[in-house]
């Protein structure tokens, strides 16, 4: 079991939150679809005839390709990999790109599920944040990719600086008002050298409050939770059946290839990533040269992406899986350090696992790191 | 081979002396050129800053140490020895330098050309002229383009009182004058005096702690002579041993049958702790003692307090361990187990000065790979109660303040500092010693542009952040140098603080009553700073006796999670919890709270 993640590097403008790796430039569109299709292509032999289940266009702007050139991706995809069956194949796209044409055409290539960046229906929320698109092409795009794709996933930020409690409420009804199955929702984060952040310094935004995203935090987990969603990851809701089955990938430690500029791979023992330019990207694809570079994990080091990554799930850290993959020594050490915590009412034990509380929710980085192990030199 | 030749030298060939300067005009490199020029290291040993030995010395560009080389010199077809003797560079370690500056007759006045006379030229010449050493001042860096020679020259003239063509004019770093100077050496610095057939008399100058063969220590023969095998006595600790072994200091150790009246060299009897040689101490024969004792002989006594605790507490025993290692070949570091509610168990430590205690620290962390919490040093005082309002109590601890209403007076250590500076700083240096509580007793100007300034202030005022602001407010253009005058009576209170409610011991500052208020209100305002939101509100207040006197609330961490953890993230985020872990590692829990390291020390830092 595996998954391939493609990330399009190019988008209409730049959000002013957003430290992912992309280009406004999309002059260099087809060189990179080309490098793309060449990475699927030299790395065909890593996955060692594992199946692929899941492939996911990230980025940056996926919607901004064709559906030609999709479509040309995820056949190089079949050419050279073993894929299931009936495999989820994810779309991230943004509202501007996705009229009542688009949406049809797209319905009718191999792409299966929509995952759509809309953050907030309000035009303040998103002239504040400098996305690309308005609160009319927001509602309008979902009334009509409901139609056409069962399996949607909205995206949606909450502790915007400006952003009521009562809007934020108005945001999430309205997404459950078209029935989506599955949203995953961000509270906005001051990524360093950001334009946020320089606005911020600068006195021209305000600060985001943490007190504030905390509170619409638990507002999202209440109401969500009312509609029978599952918060099965700290950000990430769904209705039974539709969890994000790419995602998820991440958190359970499994196998992805990650294809594209600052895309990151996988395999059990080593973490791989590309190189973070497009041009540099598209060379040395040119010259057949994998433009990666890798580190391998210790055994520590699994241990605390097992904990950390765990922490923010449903499924929680199971200490008998600690126990089989890390022996005994860890397990005795987690319990030790977990004391503290399950103290204080933000971890608790469930049978076999560990999981945070409501309240250790939003403190789950900190916790982690308190139960991770380290060597101090 | 040439210690045969050298061996029945005469007394009128030895020089003693030693170089004095303040600190960076080139002290060390000048006595690298004069250990190159007379041929007493080869090629294969020649390092910069030889004379420094320990690593922190050449880091720090410091000397710390007190070092003796032996040179062999030819001039004028007759062979002499020259015994130089190197001082540490810090007011901190001015017992040694005085004791260094006894062993000599003679002494190398360094004045940066560039940077003319600064305060310790001045505190140092002091202490050589008040031993009758020949001085034989040294106008260095000349080959700096921003030397100054002919105005400093006058400067040098006008301190001394010498002729101008008496400055030598020399460059440590081309090599420039270094014959000039070695002549000067043998010329003007007399040949030492002292009776080779009277009872032995030597000062003891220096020790140093070697793994293998226990205390080397250094000393200056001025009657009769030690010799191999002889028994001696060490006259103020009143021991006796038998000279296993004595030498001359080359680069290495020369092993000698004695060392003679006027001679400087090494001693080793098999002691294994430091604290059994005093620098000061006279050594003489244990059937003959001399009648003359060397003069000038004090314990050195510790001028600041801390507590040192480890980080985890149960590294005390440890840390014991380390620490007694180090005193072994630190004799002026002393100690004693004490306890805080706060940290356990610990030590309090008695040091010279701060840069002696951030020299301890370090060497813990590197020597013995000991992470140490410091609490804030304090000064020694002396506390008088009503009901014994004459005898007193020494306080090294805040916690050993008797109870106000008990208290009768606290006489504080004051000190005499000297500054000199430009002109165009007198009012800002003035207004930062009138703010610790200094007193200004003369100001002399040295030339048109530079005044020295001298000022009576309490020693607990230096400790607290003085060489910083020194030198902000004066841009750098102003050097320091201090010496203790005795208690003056004094209005103390101990400035305590509460986490959540709770009294940390360990946070608790001996300090003025004027600047309570002040300092108080700076130290909630820091440790806000330094200690990390938990997952609760942490009140912080500061207090003199039950009265609070300043506020302030460490918010609680309502977030402390990423909201977005995909492929690319993991890693990433995994090192930056990884290097959250180890720095919650060096903190120090108290109640509930975590404490950083630097938190401790929070109150040298406020003005940051
Ligand atoms: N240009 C120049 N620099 C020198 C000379 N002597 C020493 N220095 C530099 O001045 C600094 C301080 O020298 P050092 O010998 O450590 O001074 P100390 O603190 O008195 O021992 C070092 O950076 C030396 O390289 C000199 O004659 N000319
Ligand atoms: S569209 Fe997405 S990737 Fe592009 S700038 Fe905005 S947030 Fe970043
Ligand atoms: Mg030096």
Redesign the interface.
Known sequence: MAGI?IHIPFCKQACYYCDFHFSTSLKKKDELVNALIKEIELRKNELENQTIETIYF?GGTPSLLSNNKLELIIHSVYKHYIVANKPEITLEANPDDLSKKRIIELSKTSINRLSIGIQSFFDEDLKLMNRAHSANEAKNCLKIATDYFDNISVDLIYGIPGLSNKRWVENIERVLSYKIPHISS??L?VEPKTALENFIKKGLIKNVD??V??EQFHILIEKLGASDFVHYE??NFGKPNYFSRN?SA??QGKT?L?IGP?????NGNQ?G?NVRNNSKYIKSLEQNILPMET?TLSTA?KY??YV??GL?TIWGVSLNKIEKDFGNQYKKYLLQQSQKHIN?Q?LYLDNDKLLVTKKG??????I???L?K?N?S | MQNLFYRDILMKNIRNFCIIAHIDHGKSTLADRLLDFTGSVTDREKQDQLLDNMDLERERGITIKSHAIQMDYEYQGEKYVLNLIDTPGHVDFSYEVSRSIAACEGALLIVDAAQSIQAQTISNLYLALENDLEIIPILNKVDLPSANPEEVTDDIVDLLGCKPDEVIHASGKTGFGVDNILAAIIERIPAPKGNPNAPLQALIFDSVYNTFRGIETYFRVFDGEIKKGQHIKFVATKKDYYADEVGTLKLTQVAKQSVKAGDVGYLITGIKTAKEVKVGDTITDFANPTTNVVEGFEDVKPMVFAGIYPVDTEDYEELRNSMEKLQLNDASLVFQAESSAALGFGFRCGFLGMLHMEIIQERLEREFDMTVITTVPNVSYLAYTNKYPDTPITVNNPSDLPEPSTLNRVEEPYIKATIITKADFIGNVMSLCIEKRGIITNQTYLTPERVELAFEMPLAEIVFDFYDRLKTVSKGYASFDYHPIGMKTSKLVRLDILLNAQPVDALSALIHADNAQNIGRKMCEKLKELIPRQ?FDIPIQAAVGAKIISRETIKA????????????D??R??KL??K???G??RMRQVGNVEIPQQAFMAVLKLND
């Open positions: 993640y990230g961000y509270a984060t943490d007190h995203a905390e700290l950000s995602n991440y958190w992805y990650g600052s895309a990151h791979s996988f973490r990533w580190e080091d605390n992406e950390m990554t923010r204080e933000l929710k939003f403190l789950s980085d900190g982690a790191s308190d991770f380290i101090l | 997952q961490l309502r977030k402390d999670v990423t909201a977005k953890c995909y492929g690319g993991i890693s985020k995994r919890l990884e959250q872990k180890k919650k590692k």
